[in-house]
């Protein structure tokens, strides 16, 4: 298996992983306070990933964590976290989930920008056509502009930079000590947003602690498949294979929570997918030129 191959198939399994993951973040937190829901989120994945490194023989964290490029991931981790944990807890699923679809057109970006790959203007044209599928969902217009939208964009830009951070880590940190990062920040983030929680924190029912190690569980397997798919092949080859969690994030939106997306919504997510297959087509053709 090729690491493009093995890349992208661990990116599909991630994406699928994530949009259970938010529709599973989506219903706890409309009964549990969003923040707090957060908050038991990662702590419950921490204790996951701890479990994972120790019974590797690994230790869950190292010095390696205070690197620079592994604090900047970190906080950017952080932001990414923060916004897009809101995004899910005030706006609909299906909008959420089609704005973060832009994720790979910034990685992309990155890709060619921090790590030299080349990208020709074809796909640099199928990433601004992929940036005029998300103003058509955001509707930056006065009249139809929700300002809640900002959450999922900034939560957009966040998760990229993680991703090419992650591209960036040191080897010797491994994909189980890189997610036990990942869910203390998750921690953190917890933390700060039960500041705004209007409801303050409870004790979850039982049916709802349920669905929390659930939660978890679908975000450590989702974060590990994701780590994995970032360090194999190259960045813009793997990268669009995000658009698979559209597909299921739409469906899940539709049976679960009874969504309906707009005309907009769908033209938006439809012009995002088309441009990411396109990269994806592109980056195969030009990779077959090399060989």
Same mark, same amino acid.
């Given at each position: ?113 921090? =790590? &030299? ?14 940036? +005029? %599928?998300? @103003? #058509? !969902? ?111 994030? =739409? &469906? ?14 769908? +033209? %938006?997510? @439809? #012009? !995002? ?19």
């Amino acid at each position: 298996m090729s690491p493009n191959v093995k890349g992208s198939l661990f990116m599909v399994l991630a994406m699928l992983g994530f949009a259970v993951e938010d529709a599973l973040f989506k219903s706890v937190s409309s009964s549990l306070p969003p923040g707090f829901t957060t908050l038991l989120f990662g702590i419950t994945g921490s204790i996951l990933f701890a479990g994972l490194c120790l019974a590797r023989g690994e230790a869950p964290l190292t010095r390696d964590a205070l690197r620079p490029r592994l604090l900047i991931r970190s906080v950017i981790e952080l932001v990414g976290r923060l916004f897009f944990a809101l995004a899910l807890a005030f706006t609909p699923l299906s909008s959420t989930s089609a704005i973060l679809q832009a994720a790979p057109l910034v990685v992309t970006f990155g890709a060619a920008l921090l =790590l &030299g790959e080349k990208v020709g203007p074809r796909r640099w044209t199928a990433m601004a056509v992929g940036f +005029a %599928g998300v @103003l #058509l !969902i955001i509707k930056p217009t006065p009249d139809a502009f929700e300002p809640a939208s900002i959450f999922a964009l900034l939560g957009m830009i966040g998760f990229a930079g993680r991703d090419l951070a992650t591209r960036m880590a040191p080897p010797s940190v491994s994909g189980r000590q890189l997610g036990m990062l990942g869910f203390l920040v998750i921690i953190l983030a917890g933390l700060i947003f039960m500041s705004f929680d209007a409801a303050p924190p409870r004790l979850p029912q039982p049916d709802e602690a349920l669905s929390v190690l659930l939660l978890a569980l679908v975000g450590v397997s989702a974060y590990t498949a994701l780590t994995v798919a970032m360090r194999s092949g190259e960045v813009s080859v793997v990268a669009p294979f995000r658009y698979s969690r559209l597909l299921v994030a =739409l &469906g899940l939106a539709y049976v679960f929570f009874g969504e309906r997306p707009d005309l907009w919504t769908l +033209a %938006g997510g @439809l #012009l !995002i997918v088309v441009s990411g297959s396109y990269t994806l087509i592109r980056s195969g053709r030009v990779a077959a030129k090399r060989q």
